[in-house]
């Protein structure tokens, strides 16, 4: 093989997405940390709270290539995927799908009309809950923290670690936070 050809063949390898993730019956991303639950969020939170972890639905559709770049380069990072794992009980939604959602207030809507409900515009979307949320509230009202779209591996490391370490309660922004981290050189 020419030093040409074998020098182009290396670069269409390493063009090649490191992890392909995969995609469930649903057309959305799966990840072994994605619970299979009835999207009743009490149930869910109460679950997440038993397992000492942090409720999070993730909000996806079907085609969606911000969410396919989360999954890939992002989520597919060992140190973001095991922070995943570890610390939070992860409910996937389909922005446009037909199953049903119990929010905290006890309404209960299809996905895409709870998606609608809590002004979710943009794929992917995470929404972080406390541990207790107030009765009555809903899942948009309860949130510590909504990141609507796809971020690089370090912001949304960053976000995951200020959710887990209740940053917000500290009164710093999140942007603050990311600041100070990069000032630091972490």
């Given at each position: ?14 063009a090649l997405p490191v992890h392909a993730a995969s995609i469930g019956d649903d057309g959305l991303h799966d990840q072994p940390w994605i619970r299979e639950t009835f999207k009743d969020l009490r149930e869910d939170l109460d679950e997440a ?138």
């Amino acid at each position: 093989m020419t030093g040409f050809l074998r020098n182009t063949v290396a670069a269409l390898f390493l063009a090649l997405p490191v992890h392909a993730a995969s995609i469930g019956d649903d057309g959305l991303h799966d990840q072994p940390w994605i619970r299979e639950t009835f999207k009743d969020l009490r149930e869910d939170l109460d679950e997440a709270n038993a397992e000492g972890k942090r409720l999070l639905i993730l909000i996806e559709q079907r085609g969606c290539i911000y969410c396919r770049e989360m999954h890939e380069e992002v989520f597919a990072d060992p140190a973001v995927a095991q922070d995943i794992t570890d610390n939070f009980f992860v409910i996937q939604m389909n922005m446009f799908g037909d199953v049903a959602v119990t929010d905290f207030d006890g309404t209960e809507l299809p996905e895409k009309e709870m998606s609608n409900r809590w002004g979710a515009m943009f794929t992917p979307t995470m929404i972080f809950l406390p541990e207790d949320v107030p009765e009555g509230q809903t899942a948009a009202q309860a949130a510590v923290a909504v990141m609507p779209g796809a971020f690089s591996k370090d912001v949304t490391a960053s976000l995951l670690e200020w959710v887990r370490d209740h940053g917000y309660e500290t009164g710093q922004h999140f942007q603050n936070y990311l600041s100070e981290k990069a000032k630091k050189g972490k």
